[in-house]
C-alpha cells in the first residue's frame, strides 16, 4: 500500500489490487467503501481499455469479431483488463505516484495503461494514458469509484449533475445511441454532453466537486449504502457504439479532479 499525505487528505493506492484508491480520509473522513480484497466494489479504479459493459463481451473492429472475458458480470464483459491486475510503480513521493499495468492477454491488442494520482491540500489529481504498443485498436477509460452514501458526520450525500441528455438503457441494462432528457434519480445510467463539476454534499460534513475533462459520466446511486460518479471517454459498449482508435504513439487520455470543501455549518 502506498500512502499520499498532504494537508488534510490521506490517499492510499494499492498496487496490488488493480492499482486502484483504495480510500481518501479528508479531516478523518474516509470517503470511499473500503472492502480490501477481491470484487470491485470498493476503492477506485480505473476502467480500460473498455469502460461498464460490453454487451455478451463481443465486438466487431477491421472487419474481424473479438470476444472479450465475461467472468466478473456475466453475460457481458465489464469495466476492462486492469482492475484485477497488479500494477508496477513507476514513480512515488510523498504527494505523488505513477503506475503502470499491461492490458494482458484477454485484450486481443499489446498495450498499457498509465495511471497518475497527487495529492494536494483539497484536491486529488488524476490522469489516465491508454497506449498501443505494435497496431491501433478501439478504447475507452474512466474512473469507477465507490463513494459512501453516509460518512461518519453529517447527512447522506447529495448529487448536483448538469448533463445534456442521458443515453436510453435497453434489457439487458447497455446504454443505446438513443438519448432523452436528463430524468430525476435515482440512476444507474451514462449521460451525454456533461457540465463539470458533478457535485457530491454530505450536509454538515464536506462537499466534494468532481471536475473531468471526459465528455461522459456514468452516475450510480439506486444502492442504499454507495454512490459512484464515473468520468469516462465514451459510453459503456464503446467498442460497437462510439468506437475511438487509439494509434500508437497517441494515447488516450482521460484527467479527473476530486475538490473537496468544508460543508460544517461553521466553516462552509
Given at each position: 500500500?502506498?500512502?499520499?499525505?498532504?494537508?488534510?487528505?490521506?490517499?492510499?493506492?494499492?498496487?496490488v489490487?488493480?492499482?486502484?484508491?483504495?480510500?481518501?480520509?479528508?479531516?478523518?473522513?474516509?470517503?470511499?467503501?473500503?472492502?480490501?480484497g477481491p470484487?470491485?466494489?470498493?476503492?477506485?479504479?480505473?476502467?480500460?481499455p473498455?469502460?461498464g459493459?460490453?454487451?455478451?463481451?463481443?465486438?466487431?473492429?477491421?472487419?474481424?469479431?473479438?470476444?472479450?472475458?465475461?467472468?466478473?458480470?456475466?453475460p457481458?464483459?465489464?469495466?476492462?483488463?486492469?482492475?484485477?491486475?497488479?500494477?508496477?510503480?513507476?514513480?512515488?513521493?510523498?504527494?505523488?505516484v505513477?503506475?503502470?499495468?499491461?492490458?494482458?492477454?484477454?485484450?486481443?491488442w499489446?498495450?498499457?495503461?498509465?495511471?497518475?494520482?497527487?495529492?494536494?491540500?483539497?484536491?486529488a489529481?488524476f490522469?489516465?494514458?491508454?497506449?498501443?504498443?505494435?497496431?491501433?485498436?478501439?478504447?475507452?477509460?474512466?474512473?469507477?469509484?465507490?463513494?459512501r452514501?453516509r460518512?461518519?458526520?453529517?447527512?447522506?450525500?447529495?448529487?448536483?449533475?448538469?448533463?445534456?441528455?442521458?443515453?436510453?438503457?435497453?434489457?439487458?441494462?447497455?446504454?443505446?445511441?438513443?438519448?432523452?432528457?436528463?430524468?430525476?434519480?435515482?440512476?444507474?445510467?451514462?449521460f451525454?454532453?456533461?457540465?463539470?463539476?458533478?457535485?457530491?454534499t454530505?450536509?454538515?460534513?464536506?462537499?466534494?466537486?468532481v471536475?473531468?475533462?471526459?465528455?461522459?459520466?456514468?452516475?450510480?446511486?439506486?444502492?442504499e449504502?454507495?454512490?459512484c460518479?464515473?468520468?469516462?471517454?465514451?459510453?459503456?459498449?464503446?467498442?460497437?457504439?462510439?468506437?475511438?482508435?487509439?494509434?500508437?504513439?497517441?494515447?488516450?487520455?482521460a484527467?479527473?479532479?476530486?475538490?473537496?470543501?468544508d460543508?460544517?455549518?461553521?466553516?462552509?
Open positions: 500500500m502506498i500512502s499520499l499525505h498532504r494537508g488534510r487528505g490521506v490517499l492510499h493506492v494499492d498496487p489490487a488493480g492499482g486502484r484508491v483504495a480510500q481518501l480520509t479528508v479531516d478523518g473522513l474516509e470517503m470511499l467503501l473500503d472492502g480490501r470484487g470491485i466494489h470498493w476503492g477506485c479504479f480505473v476502467m480500460a473498455w469502460v459493459r460490453v454487451r455478451h463481451g463481443r465486438f466487431a473492429y477491421g472487419g474481424a469479431h473479438y470476444e472479450l472475458p465475461t467472468h466478473i458480470s456475466p457481458h464483459a465489464i469495466h476492462g483488463t486492469v482492475l484485477e491486475r497488479p500494477w508496477s510503480v513507476v514513480n512515488a513521493a510523498d504527494a505523488s505513477v503506475l503502470e499495468c499491461s492490458l494482458g492477454d484477454r485484450w486481443p499489446s498495450g498499457r495503461v498509465r495511471h497518475t494520482v497527487s495529492l494536494d491540500d483539497d484536491v489529481e490522469r489516465i494514458e491508454v497506449h498501443a504498443e505494435d497496431e491501433p485498436f478501439p478504447a475507452a477509460a474512466g474512473w469507477h469509484p465507490w463513494f452514501r460518512l461518519a458526520a453529517g447527512a447522506p450525500v447529495e448529487i448536483g449533475l448538469d448533463a445534456s441528455t442521458m443515453l436510453v438503457r435497453d434489457g439487458d441494462g447497455i446504454p443505446s445511441s438513443e438519448r432523452v432528457p436528463v430524468p430525476t434519480g435515482p440512476w444507474d445510467d451514462c451525454d454532453g456533461v457540465r463539470w463539476p458533478v457535485t457530491l454530505w450536509p454538515g460534513a464536506l462537499r466534494l466537486e471536475q473531468a475533462d471526459t465528455r461522459y459520466v456514468v452516475v450510480y446511486d439506486q444502492p449504502h454507495t454512490v460518479v464515473e468520468p469516462q471517454t465514451g459510453p459503456p459498449d464503446a467498442p460497437t457504439l462510439e468506437p475511438v482508435i487509439v494509434p500508437p504513439g497517441h494515447p488516450l487520455t484527467t479527473m479532479s476530486w475538490h473537496w470543501t460543508h460544517r455549518p461553521s466553516l462552509a
